[in-house]
């Protein structure tokens, strides 16, 4: 039996027939079902994520497994045999390991180094094991890579080359600010609950907005999360809404992020314009208003006249102040060196010049404080039950086609495949959109690391190691066949040395009995050794096969070794490392 890996990815086809080949939770279960009905696998396991399905697989016929995964991934995907080969690329044993190890340290991502996919890889991991579709190599290889993986970020920098999905996102939304700049004050919306939807609530949070509201099908999983968000003391006000209540929201947002696993669109043009077009509850006064309810002393000092954009500075911060009791920067003191320059989202105030808000290191980041990430996850992980997780990463671009310094009224961020916005959203004016396809196409211009090489280095070696382990274990059924026929064959002679000696007393029965069993581990000791180290090079499969004919071993024998089933200690044992890596 050998490693097989079908699929494509972000690299081999375009975003849209990505998108039409979206698998949802009960395509992949049916997926993994039929993988093992098939004639050529023994186990399987698939990988989907925004950005790449791969199905893989233990095979003993290359050419009919990679007809028959390629005939299964074209079924259940939805999508035409014959429109899906081209797209289709294909690895095997050596070369499959190889890639399966980059995709887990983040080298075949769209954003180079982002680690989210090593939680991609356990969720695959643990619906194998689920649905007992994964056997010994399935269970090795996704557990070596979750530690590869793991060593590629603790070992090297590869952090600073990738971010999470959405980390990047906002960024391509922020344009040129700083994303806790650009964020800070915003009120966001979140769509879905799962894991993508947890790690994205829990980053706006970080970045410094005001409000998340959390709309999710099914209630108490919104409601689960913001009771998350509201534990982890950033200050950040959430709540949740059921999803009839989402077109209410967009009215009196400033970010949408969706991510969920629908097949259809949640969000519309017309619901985008439609919010758009609504006036924001939280919209500013006119300016002469706001400035004549401010107090002056019974003295006050001539102020020169100011320029408009400098009285829209002044009009945004009172408006703040009075909506909100403070500054919308969770109380601090910003102070404006710089007025009359208009930032990429149509505020007048140059954030760059304001002082850091409290709570935040020098960087602009913050932890969130009681809720660590291990929090996010098992929250992420609990919401995903039943639901298709849409998940992904990538790197620079927007679909707006807003002028330079044009205001944004609404920011989307689209994380779904297949999407959740509708496309023609970013036409509307006053709206910046953010996708899988904008961010794919950004991803091109993505720097790489200089950490990349090393990590690199690391995947040739743990491939190569993988290697080696795998074929030695290949040749192990084979030498417990031969050490339980010598043992028999021990067994027997004894038994006839009995039979001519009746009168042998137990101690000199005992004596020659554990001589012979000598003799025979003597002899055996070294070819067995040396078999498994020619085994463990490339080429050395043969070897199991030249010691079955020398030794005439039983095929039975070494197919009954070959077929142990873990135990369940074995399974549980499996399961907990692949969540702990």
């Given at each position: 039996m050998s490693l097989l890996v079908v699929g494509l990815s972000h690299r081999s086809a375009p975003v849209s027939v990505l998108e039409r080949a979206a698998l949802t939770a009960d395509a992949k279960v049916k997926l993994l079902h039929d993988t093992l009905a098939a004639e050529p696998a023994a186990e399987a396991a698939v990988l989907a994520t925004c950005n790449r399905i791969e199905l893989y697989a233990d095979v003993d016929k290359f050419h009919a497994g990679v007809a028959e995964l390629s005939t299964l991934?074209?079924?259940?995907?939805?999508?035409?045999?014959?429109?899906?080969?081209?797209?289709?690329?294909?690895?095997?044993?050596?070369?499959?390991?190889?890639?399966?190890?980059s995709v887990a340290c983040g080298l075949d991502s769209m954003v180079v180094g982002e680690g989210q996919i090593l939680g991609q890889i356990k969720d695959s991991l643990a619906l194998a094991q689920e649905l007992h579709t994964a056997g010994r190599l399935v269970n090795d290889l996704f557990q070596q890579a979750l530690r590869v993986g793991k060593r590629a970020h603790s070992e090297t920098g590869i952090d600073r080359a990738g971010q999470s999905l959405v980390t990047f996102g906002l960024e391509q939304l922020a344009v040129?600010?700083?994303?806790?700049?650009?964020?800070?004050?915003?009120?966001?919306?979140?769509?879905?609950?799962?894991?993508?939807?947890?790690?994205?609530?829990?980053?706006?949070?970080r970045v410094g907005v005001t409000e998340v509201v959390v709309?999710?099908?099914?209630?108490?999983?919104?409601?689960?999360?913001?009771?998350?968000?509201?534990?982890?003391?950033?200050?950040?006000?959430?709540?949740?809404?059921?999803m009839d209540r989402v077109a209410a929201e967009l009215t009196r947002v400033d970010l949408v992020v969706s991510c969920t696993g629908a097949t259809g669109l949640v969000l519309t043009g017309e619901d985008v314009a439609a919010?758009?077009?609504?006036?924001?509850?939280?919209?500013?006064?006119?300016?002469?208003?706001?400035?004549?309810?401010?107090?002056?002393?019974?003295?006050?000092?001539?102020?020169?006249?100011?320029?408009?954009?400098?009285?829209?500075?002044?009009?945004?911060?009172?408006?703040?102040?009075?909506?909100?009791?403070?500054?919308?920067?969770?109380?601090?003191?910003?102070?404006?060196?710089?007025?009359?320059?208009?930032?990429?989202?149509?505020?007048?105030?140059?954030?760059?010049?304001?002082?850091?808000?409290?709570?935040?290191?020098?960087?602009?980041?913050?932890?969130?404080t009681g809720v660590d990430a291990g929090s996010l996850e098992l929250h992420g992980t609990w919401a995903?039950?039943?639901?298709?997780?849409?998940?992904?990463?990538?790197?620079?671009?927007?679909?707006?086609?807003?002028?330079?310094?044009?205001?944004?009224?609404?920011?989307?961020?689209?994380?779904?495949?297949?999407?959740d916005i509708d496309a023609a959203a970013h036409r509307i004016p006053g709206v910046r959109l953010v996708d899988i396809e904008s961010l794919a196409e950004a991803s091109a211009d993505a720097?790489?690391?200089?950490?990349?090489?090393?990590?690199?280095?690391?995947?040739?070696?743990?491939?190569?190691?993988?290697?080696a382990a795998q074929r030695a274990a290949r040749i192990?059924?084979?030498?417990?066949?031969?050490?339980?026929?010598?043992?028999?064959?021990?067994a027997m002679e004894v038994a006839r040395l009995d039979g001519r000696l009746p009168d042998l007393d137990d101690r000199q029965r005992a004596e020659v009995t554990q001589t012979v069993r000598r003799v025979v581990d003597k002899l055996l000791h070294a070819p067995t050794v040396r078999v498994k180290q020619l085994a463990s090079e490339p080429g050395g499969a043969g070897y199991a096969e030249a010691l079955r004919e020398l030794f005439d071993l039983d095929p039975g024998t070494v197919a009954s070794v070959s077929r142990a089933d873990l135990t369940d200690g074995d399974v549980q044992s499996v399961k907990n490392t692949g969540r702990a890596s």
């Open positions: 991934l074209a079924q259940h995907s939805g999508v035409a045999l014959e429109e899906l080969t081209p797209y289709l690329y294909v690895h095997y044993e050596d070369r499959a390991v190889h890639h399966f190890f040129d600010l700083p994303v806790d700049a650009w964020a800070a004050g915003k009120r966001a919306l979140v769509i879905g609950a799962g894991s993508m939807s947890s790690l994205a609530a829990a980053t706006l949070a709309a999710n099908r099914t209630m108490d999983r919104a409601e689960r999360l913001a009771e998350i968000l509201t534990a982890g003391g950033t200050g950040v006000l959430a709540r949740a809404v059921p919010a758009v077009a609504a006036p924001a509850p939280h919209a500013p006064a006119p300016v002469a208003e706001i400035l004549s309810a401010v107090p002056r002393p019974a003295e006050a000092p001539t102020v020169p006249a100011l320029e408009p954009a400098a009285l829209a500075a002044v009009a945004r911060l009172a408006v703040a102040a009075r909506t909100h009791g403070r500054i919308a920067d969770a109380g601090a003191a910003r102070t404006i060196t710089a007025v009359g320059t208009e930032d990429r989202d149509g505020c007048p105030v140059g954030l760059d010049s304001l002082t850091e808000a409290p709570g935040r290191t020098a960087d602009g980041r913050s932890a969130l995903d039950q039943g639901e298709a997780a849409a998940q992904g990463r990538p790197r620079r671009g927007t679909r707006a086609g807003l002028a330079a310094g044009s205001p944004v009224r609404l920011a989307l961020l689209d994380l779904a495949m297949p999407r720097p790489m690391a200089a950490d990349v090489e090393l990590v690199r280095e690391i995947v040739a070696a743990e491939v190569a190691a993988f290697g192990t059924p084979t030498v417990v066949a031969l050490r339980a026929m010598a043992a028999e064959v021990v």
